[in-house]
DNA sequence: AAATTTAAGTGTATTATTTACATTTAATTT
DNA sequence: AAATTAAATGTAAATAATACACTTAAATTT
């Protein structure tokens, strides 16, 4: 190695995983309790290391591969967290990505292993380390998305109906939406496809159920 | 330390800045020759490694003044890179951040130091690993900036004409602005403080010239 | 002193987007 | 047949974005 490389010393690289969900309601993290020292059975973040050959994008995956059996998650790195003290046992700079997962369909995978449990957004108990800005971070992206750009794809089940996703959308934002205007607005965007199919279990009249179309969805991505 | 962390491999953590500036016409990049291996001699984004006792934030400010000899520059972390071979020598990760200053005032400590030099985004010579992708995204960032917030306050000497900020947003997002609906647009954020004082260079008539309100400046920051 | 030159400064009409707001409809249950 | 339930729907008003061209202030030239 060049010594201009040697002269520098070298961390840990962690990366962390704010898992979000949605159960028709709220807007849920998935938790886990941390299984080993420090901060042993605290309340934490999804993590894992680095590995030599991987990325940090390759490593959330795995790490979230290894918390819910999920492949092709949807996952965007956040940012990276390092204040020198963040983790006691050693210096330890994290990378922070959010994930979007469909509670309803992974639900067994996800909450047997590992002791993982889903927490509203507005009521996240104490988690270790910086964990909780880095959930804050997440919030406020997840919301500048869905400003942006569509959203819930990833977060819904396959067929669904406009009260589901405005529900999705209001979790999300954290405030109550006009059903006629926010109806406008996504039928707008032009990436939903309406079904001849109805959802009965909400109503007597029953309501169409809509997927994404998956084409223009993407293609409405940033 | 704990048998769990020392499993895990350590790698180095390097820092790089996108440095942006406006000469009033342009957007441009500051570059340095690199000198050291690898890739010696070849054009790079200015960097450095993470210090133990400090944070990403510190080391990019870190780094930016040894470069520039400036404080209290406007920098914003952009993401971090990760390909396990971006840099062929060991394994570095490295976090990027944009900065934004005035070149004319502080052109002299810039380029005399380092061989930096100054370049227009649409001109970027080829570049070491990957700072053409963290400049392609930083780019984007700035771009996201600038149409969603006031922008500029840092690139702009303290007194600026109307003219010289519609050049600035048009060299930023790359495309002809018009004028009465840029001002418009402008003095309906209420950030700027009309001067009762005229630049007499451009015109026979001048121009009158604004400063920025620093405390609305702010305010209106996301 | 009048005419010319130069960039600064200004307004309005059109279109698109966002917001506010209430009734009707389809199907089931009683 | 009447009542119930949530779904579905439209319009007017306000705000924001866009397109577009002439007048003005001061210096320079004739």
């Known amino acids: 190695m060049k010594d201009h490389y040697r002269a520098h010393k070298k961390v840990l690289l962690a990366v962390d995983c704010i898992i979000f969900g949605f159960d028709q309601d709220n807007l849920k993290i998935l938790l886990i309790k941390r299984d080993f020292e420090p901060e042993k059975g605290k309340w934490s973040l999804m993590g894992g290391f680095l590995r030599p050959d991987e990325t940090l994008d390759d490593a959330a995956s795995r790490i979230l591969q290894k918390l819910t059996g999920l492949h092709d998650i949807y996952l965007d790195q956040l940012r990276s967290f390092s204040q020198p003290e963040r983790d ?82 209001e979790a999300i934002l954290g405030q109550k939406l006009d059903k006629r205007n926010f109806i406008k607005k996504i039928l707008s965007q032009d990436v939903l496809i309406k079904l001849d199919e109805k959802d009965m279990t909400s109503s007597k009249k029953g309501s169409f159920l809509y997927k994404f179309d998956a084409e223009k969805y993407d293609r409405f991505k940033i």
Not at 102 to 128: C, G, M, R, Y
Not at 141 to 148: E, P
């Open 88 to 169: 006691p046992v050693d210096r330890t700079v994290s990378t922070a990505y959010y994930a979007l997962i469909n509670i309803e369909e992974h639900n067994e995978e996800l909450t047997k292993k590992h002791s993982a449990e889903w927490f509203n957004v507005q009521d996240i108990p104490p988690l270790i380390f910086d964990h909780d800005e880095m959930i804050r971070q997440a919030i406020k992206r997840l919301r500048y998305k869905a400003s942006v750009e569509p959203i819930g794809f990833e977060l819904l089940p396959e067929k669904f109906t406009m009260r589901q996703l405005q529900k999705l959308y």
